[in-house]
C-alpha cells in the first residue's frame, strides 16, 4: 500500500532543469521557454546549487517605476546589458539559493515558498547538491489520494491505535477528502486528539465527528426488602 507522503522528497520532481553561471542571458529565457519555468536553479561545479534566476531576475525594467536617481541609474545600466545579452546566469541569480531538503514536510516547504512568495524550490542535500525540485503544485499532490486510501490509513493509524478497544463500533467514511467519524467510543476525552491526528493525515481535508461515548447502563431497581 502506499504511504502517506509526508516530505518533500516523496513528491519532489527528480529530473531537473538547471543552468551553469555563464549561461547567458538568451540561452537562459530559451530555457525557461523551452521547459516552460518561471525559475531555474543555477549550477557551480559538480551539481552544487549556488543561485536561482527567475523571470523577476530578467525584468529590471519592471522596477523602474517609482525608483530614485541612483535606483533608476543602476537599473538602466543593467537593462543595456540585458539588451546586448551580455548578462550571465552567475550575475542575476539570486543568491545564495533558497532551497529545501528532502527530508523537509510538506508544511515547511509550503510555508518557506509562501514567506517568500516562490512558486519552487531546489532539493538539495547536506552538501547543497541538487537532488530534485518541488512546485506548488507538487505540495499539492497529497489531495488527489483516494477517499478509500484515506480511510484504510485512518481506520490502522488513528482508529487502530488511539481506540483499540472502541474501532468494531466506529465508522470511517471519507467523501471528497473530508472525513467522517461516527459510532461510540469509551474514552470521549480522545476525540481531540483523534482530531488532529486525522487532520495531519496528507490529502485530509477536514474532519466531521458524531461520536458519543458509552451508553449508560441500566439501573435495576433495587430488590425490596421483608416487610416492616
Known amino acids: 500500500m502506499r504511504h502517506t507522503p509526508h516530505i518533500v522528497g516523496d513528491?519532489?520532481?527528480?529530473?531537473?532543469?538547471?543552468?551553469?553561471?555563464?549561461?547567458?542571458?538568451?540561452?537562459?529565457?530559451?530555457?525557461?521557454?523551452?521547459?516552460?519555468?518561471?525559475?531555474?536553479?543555477v549550477l557551480a561545479g559538480e551539481s552544487r546549487v549556488v543561485g536561482v534566476v527567475s523571470e523577476t531576475d530578467l525584468l529590471?525594467?519592471?522596477?523602474?517605476?517609482?525608483?530614485?536617481?541612483?535606483?533608476?541609474?543602476?537599473?538602466?545600466?543593467?537593462?543595456?546589458?540585458?539588451?546586448?545579452?551580455?548578462l550571465t546566469a552567475g550575475e542575476l541569480m539570486s543568491a545564495p539559493a533558497l532551497a529545501v531538503h528532502a527530508d523537509a514536510t510538506l508544511a515547511q516547504a509550503a510555508r518557506t515558498m509562501a514567506r517568500r512568495a516562490?512558486?519552487?524550490?531546489?532539493?538539495?542535500d547536506g552538501e547543497g547538491m541538487l537532488q530534485g525540485i518541488v512546485s506548488r503544485a507538487d505540495l499539492l499532490k497529497v489531495y488527489?489520494?483516494?477517499?478509500?486510501?484515506?480511510?484504510?490509513?485512518?481506520?490502522?493509524?488513528?482508529?487502530?491505535?488511539l481506540f483499540a478497544v472502541s474501532r468494531g463500533q466506529l465508522r470511517v467514511a471519507v467523501a471528497d477528502g473530508v472525513v467522517a467519524l461516527g459510532g461510540q467510543v469509551r474514552d470521549t476525552s480522545l476525540i481531540p486528539?483523534?482530531?488532529?491526528?486525522?487532520?495531519?493525515?496528507?490529502?485530509?481535508?477536514?474532519?466531521?465527528?458524531?461520536?458519543?461515548?458509552?451508553?449508560?447502563?441500566r439501573m435495576e431497581p433495587p430488590a425490596a426488602g421483608p416487610p416492616v
Do not use: C, N, Y
Not at 482530531?195 to 466531521?208: K, N, P, Q, S, T
Open 11 to 41: 513528491v519532489m520532481t527528480q529530473t531537473v532543469v538547471a543552468i551553469g553561471q555563464g549561461a547567458r542571458f538568451k540561452e537562459i529565457v530559451e530555457t525557461m521557454e523551452q521547459w516552460q519555468v518561471s525559475a531555474l536553479p
Open 193 to 217: 486528539v483523534a482530531a488532529r491526528l486525522i487532520r495531519a493525515v496528507e490529502g485530509v481535508v477536514d474532519v466531521e465527528f458524531d461520536v458519543t461515548g458509552p451508553t449508560a447502563a
Open 60 to 86: 529590471p525594467e519592471e522596477e523602474f517605476r517609482g525608483a530614485g536617481p541612483k535606483r533608476l541609474e543602476r537599473l538602466r545600466r543593467l537593462d543595456d546589458m540585458r539588451q546586448a545579452g551580455a
Open 118 to 124: 516562490v512558486k519552487r524550490l531546489p532539493v538539495v
Open 144 to 161: 488527489l489520494r483516494s477517499d478509500e486510501d484515506l480511510a484504510e490509513e485512518i481506520r490502522r493509524d488513528v482508529v487502530g491505535h
